[in-house]
């Protein structure tokens, strides 16, 4: 059931162009390998150019994996009505 709920929302996304260009980790494609490298390219040209950089990294995975499935399924349906 969580699959298919998964599939359904990253189909909608995909389809109605809703992910961010800066969207990582669950994309065919956009690793969080490649996040990290195309980050780490990011982070060097500032510093290289004298700027400074200011991060917030926030790992949301323990959070769903709690996430009461009624509670998420109300979200999700609010979310695609």
């Known amino acids: 059931m ?3 709920i998964r599939d359904y929302i ?3 996304f995909l ?3 809703l992910f ?3 969207q990582f980790g669950f994309l065919k494609g956009r690793s969080t390998m490649l996040q990290l ?3 780490m390219e990011e982070w060097t040209a500032a510093l290289e150019k004298g700027g400074q950089i200011n991060t917030i990294y926030a790992d949301f995975e323990k959070d769903f994996g709690t996430t009461s499935f009624i ?3 109300n979200c ?3 979310i695609l009505t």
């Open 76 to 78: 999700i349906v609010i």
């Open 37 to 39: 490298l195309h980050i």
């Open 71 to 73: 509670i998420f399924k």
């Open 15 to 17: 389809h109605n162009d």
């Open 20 to 22: 961010s260009k800066n």
């Open 10 to 12: 990253i189909q909608h």
């Open 2 to 4: 969580e699959q298919f």
